[in-house]
């Protein structure tokens, strides 16, 4: 027989952080489990080196207190690491766990993690390693990360060929019980002596207990065809949704951008995701993203324009695993868009007609175009020469710009309305206000009240009539006695 070769070491390559968080609320995980040397031989240590990360959403320190790989199922350790240290928010340690195996054959190992949150809450978080032992002859090594039922996840298949001769018309398929496989075969001529080759293949379970078969077919320098098989329970997890939506403006301006974090609390990818806002059930503004793995936020930058203050629903559109799914919220959006006040109104009668005077001011943060001032003419106000309206012009924001109006009012008048047309935006806005000129009245009143303390010509003239009707009537009586 032949002397046994290396060891080839599968480790999985899954697209889940890690297995058994505590709470969705949980941010540290497993990012990352590298084994080295590939190929150990039997009774060879090797090294399994394990990431693990911190979230930058964490509110604080990560503490480990042990890091201890053991047989899938079994209580013995076969490697451990005590308090290796606390990880801050954003930040990552790796871990080194050494072990050897004496004999040839498949092992399915876990990497476990435990460690404190910052308020001390007990994590437990966990990584799967599928360890072959090469026997002699090509060998192959199923390597399938934690799966989630209805889920499209990725297995590798590695082929090794520890051998002095290659293997011809090489032939790797896949199959299982309650799992689908997309392109379940894949085919080479040759696998050179002392190569490998790893495959990848697209499977999605349908079950909890859902099997994978890995089967390697090659013929032998000898020209015989053999089959080695390798097997492995997926163990999937039933689908877990939860995503979670913060919203927010970006810097400020006219229509500052809106920011939409989402967050994939879920142990699925949320697959094409599509997020949305509308007013009045009217999408303003729709924007697709990439893929959100699990335990990952990405956050979605949307320009608006021409939205005005007020509420805005927001959407996140989605398919996870076998199903479509949404997440839903709303916030007040501010905008502050170009806006003409009229600022430092003035006023006067000029030879009988009231002078108007003051500015025009953009008291928003974008430019506003083909401003207009004008008199409304009412009952008792008429917009008179030379400037019954006066073309302002453009106005860039936090600037303004003079006019002034005349117009002919009754005696009496208490207001006199002023309307004001702009463009922002591209849109037409007008606003009205009304100007307070009760006290011209009071200054009319007080000229028609006069003062001088002497009496008026009418009361004169009737007091000398009376002074002479008395002479006369004297005169009169003196004579006829």
Do not use: W
Request: net charge negative.
């Amino acid at each position: 027989m032949r002397r046994a070769a290396a060891l080839a070491l599968l480790v999985v390559c899954s697209t889940f952080a890690g297995i058994g968080l505590v709470d969705a609320a949980t941010t540290a995980y497993i990012s990352d489990v590298t084994v080295s040397p590939e190929q150990p031989v039997p009774g060879e240590r090797f090294v399994v080196q394990t990431t693990i990360q911190n979230s930058q959403q964490s509110d604080g320190d990560f503490q480990i207190t042990d890091v201890y790989l053991r047989g899938r199922g079994r209580p013995q350790d076969i490697g451990r690491v005590e308090n290796p240290g606390s990880i801050p928010p954003g930040a990552s340690i790796s871990v080194p766990l050494t072990a050897r195996f004496d004999s040839p054959g498949t092992r399915e190992l876990r990497v476990h993690v435990v460690g404190r949150k910052p308020g001390g809450e007990l994590v437990q978080l966990q990584y799967p390693v599928v360890v072959t032992v090469r026997q002699g002859g090509p060998q192959i090594g199923l390597s399938a990360g934690d799966a989630v039922v209805g889920t499209q996840g990725r297995v590798q298949v590695t082929a090794v060929n520890g051998e002095d001769s290659p293997a011809r018309n090489v032939r790797v398929s896949v199959s299982g019980r309650d799992v689908s496989v997309k392109n379940d075969t894949r085919v080479v001529a040759t696998l050179g002596a002392g190569a490998s080759q790893t495959f990848n293949f697209a499977v999605t379970p349908t079950s909890q207990e859902a099997e994978l078969q890995a089967r390697l077919q090659y013929t032998s320098a000898a020209g015989n065809t053999r089959v080695v098989n390798d097997n492995v329970t997926l163990d999937a997890e039933p689908l877990r949704e939860n995503v979670q939506l913060a919203v927010d403006t970006v810097g400020t301006g006219a229509q500052p951008p809106v920011a939409v974090d989402v967050s994939n609390l879920g142990n699925a990818p949320l697959e094409n995701p599509v997020v949305e806002l509308s007013r009045d059930g009217t999408v303003v503004v729709r924007r697709p993203a990439n893929e959100i793995a699990p335990d990952r936020t990405r956050t979605v930058r949307l320009n608006v324009t021409d939205l005005e203050s007020g509420p805005v629903d927001v959407r996140v559109g989605y398919r996870t695993g076998d199903r479509s799914g949404e997440a839903t919220t709303s916030f007040r959006y501010a905008a502050n868009p170009g806006r003409v006040e009229l600022t430092g109104v003035d006023y006067e009668m000029e030879e009988g007609r009231l002078h108007v005077s003051g500015s025009t001011s953009n008291v928003g943060l974008g430019a506003v175009d083909s401003v207009v001032v004008r008199v409304v003419e009412t009952e008792t106000v008429t917009p008179a020469r030379p400037n019954p309206e006066y073309f302002v012009g453009s106005i860039p924001s936090s600037d303004f710009a003079s006019f002034d109006l005349y117009a002919e009012v009754t005696p009496g008048t208490e207001t006199v309305p002023i309307e004001v047309t702009y463009l922002t935006n591209g849109r037409e806005r007008t606003t009205r206000t009304e100007i307070d000129v009760s006290d011209l009245n009071a200054g009319a009143d007080d000229e028609n009240s006069g003062g001088s303390g002497l009496p008026s010509l009418p009361l004169l003239v009737g007091g000398v009539l009376a002074v002479l009707l008395v002479v006369g009537l004297g005169a009169f009586a003196y004579t006829r006695r």
